[in-house]
C-alpha cells in the first residue's frame, strides 16, 4: 500500500520544483522512493504470476531538461514500466503515480521500432478482424476503454488510404490506458486491481505477439 506521503511530497514539489528546495528536503524524498519502488517490486512480483516479466524500472525524477523548453529540473510524478519476456512476448505495462488524480496505468506498444510497426500494419491490412472482435469484448472495454495513440494524417508510404482498415493502419502507437484517482491509488486493493486490468490485457498481447513473431505466411520467426 502507497503512503499518503507521496501524494504530499509532490504536490510540494509541483509548488517548489527548484533544486534549493529539493536539496532541502532530498531526505525525506529518498524515504518516499524507497516506499515507492517497493511498491513496483511488490507489483513486479505480482505480475510474474499471471506473465513472464523479465525487468522492471523505476524511472529517476530527475528530468533531462538539455533538449526541453520546460527547464523545471524534477518530475512531479513517478513512473515505472514492466518488460514481457522477449523475443516472444511482446508489449509492456506502465504505472503512472501522480497527483490531483492524474494516475494512470497503460499497456501496449508505446514507441514500436520501424520493423515491428510496419508488421502491424501489413497484417491489419490483410485481416484487422481478430483485434477488432477481441477489443470490442465486454470485460475488455469495461476496463480499457478504446485504442489510442499518435497516429498519421494519412495512409502511411504504401499502404491505400482508402483501405477499410486505414483506421488502424495510420496509428503511430498501439495503447490503452485507464486513470485512478488518489483515494483508488492508496487504497488497500489498489495493487490487486491493477493486477486483475492487466490480466484483461493479455487477449490483445497474445494477438500482438504473435502478429510480431510471425512472417504474413504465419511462419515463425523467433
Do not use: C
Not at 519476456?85 to 494516475?103: D, F
Not at 476496463?143 to 477499410?164: I, N, S
Amino acid at each position: 500500500m502507497l503512503s499518503k506521503d507521496v501524494f504530499s511530497f509532490l504536490k510540494n514539489l509541483q509548488k517548489n520544483n527548484n533544486r534549493d528546495w529539493f536539496h532541502e528536503h532530498k531526505a525525506t524524498f529518498k524515504v518516499i522512493e524507497t516506499g515507492v519502488k517497493q511498491f513496483y517490486n511488490q507489483l513486479f512480483e505480482q505480475l510474474n504470476t499471471v506473465d513472464s516479466i523479465d525487468s522492471f524500472k523505476v524511472f529517476r525524477i530527475y528530468r533531462d531538461v538539455r533538449f526541453s523548453k520546460n527547464k523545471l529540473p524534477y518530475k512531479t510524478h513517478f513512473g515505472g514500466s514492466f518488460h514481457r519476456t522477449k523475443p516472444e512476448l511482446r508489449g509492456g505495462y506502465y504505472l503512472h503515480i501522480a497527483p490531483n488524480n492524474e494516475s494512470f496505468i497503460a499497456t501496449g506498444f508505446w514507441d514500436p521500432n520501424k520493423e515491428d510497426l510496419f508488421r502491424i500494419r501489413k497484417e491489419l491490412e490483410m485481416d484487422s478482424k481478430e483485434l477488432r472482435e477481441l477489443m470490442e469484448v465486454n470485460e475488455f472495454k469495461s476496463v480499457w476503454g478504446a485504442l489510442q495513440g499518435d497516429e498519421l494524417k494519412t495512409a502511411p508510404r504504401g499502404f491505400d488510404k482508402l483501405d477499410p482498415n486505414i483506421d488502424l493502419i495510420r496509428k503511430k502507437q498501439f495503447i490503452f490506458t485507464k486513470k485512478y484517482s488518489d483515494k483508488e491509488v492508496l487504497s488497500n486493493g489498489f495493487e490487486n486491481e491493477v493486477i486483475k486490468s492487466f490480466k484483461v490485457i493479455r487477449t490483445y498481447f497474445d494477438y500482438m505477439s504473435s502478429v510480431l513473431t510471425t512472417n504474413l505466411n504465419g511462419e515463425s520467426t523467433l
